[in-house]
């Protein structure tokens, strides 16, 4: 069993940064990547970006490209998702989710595991 921590959300404004971590528990070694999907009220959970557990492989939804970057620091069995120029859009809850097998990297069935998620709000 793996569990998941999320932290670092808060409310900021438009024009700023935020840096959210994921913090995975032991047994990381059966994970084989993880990823940040947000839910805003009303709306759909949405993939955000995902990353290999193990390589370079990363991936970001269109809306987030060129402003957030997704990384991991295996040592400390934590994922982090640095989020720059934010934007009203972006206010939502956002969640930490893991895969133990390669996934559908947009698809939340994919994953296993699921982060109680940390409130993102911005301010225009």
């Known amino acids: 069993q793996v569990q998941l921590l999320e932290s670092g959300g808060g409310l900021v404004q438009a024009g700023g940064s935020l840096r959210l971590s994921c913090a995975a528990s032991?047994?990381?070694?059966?994970?084989?990547?993880l990823a940040w999907f947000r839910q805003a009220p009303g709306k759909e959970r949405e993939f955000v970006a995902g990353?290999?557990?193990?390589?370079?492989?990363?991936l970001y939804a269109d809306s987030v490209k060129g402003r957030f970057t997704i990384s991991r620091d295996n040592a400390a069995k934590t994922a982090y998702l640095q989020m720059d120029t934010l934007e009203p859009e972006d206010t939502a809850v956002y969640y930490c989710?893991?895969?133990?097998?390669?996934?559908?990297?947009?698809?939340?069935?994919?994953?296993?595991?699921w982060g109680q998620g940390t409130q993102v709000t911005v301010s225009s």
């Open positions: 990353i290999a557990w193990s390589g370079t492989s990363t």
């Open positions: 032991a047994r990381t070694s059966i994970i084989y990547g």
């Open positions: 989710a893991a895969a133990r097998f390669a996934p559908n990297w947009r698809n939340d069935r994919s994953y296993n595991y």
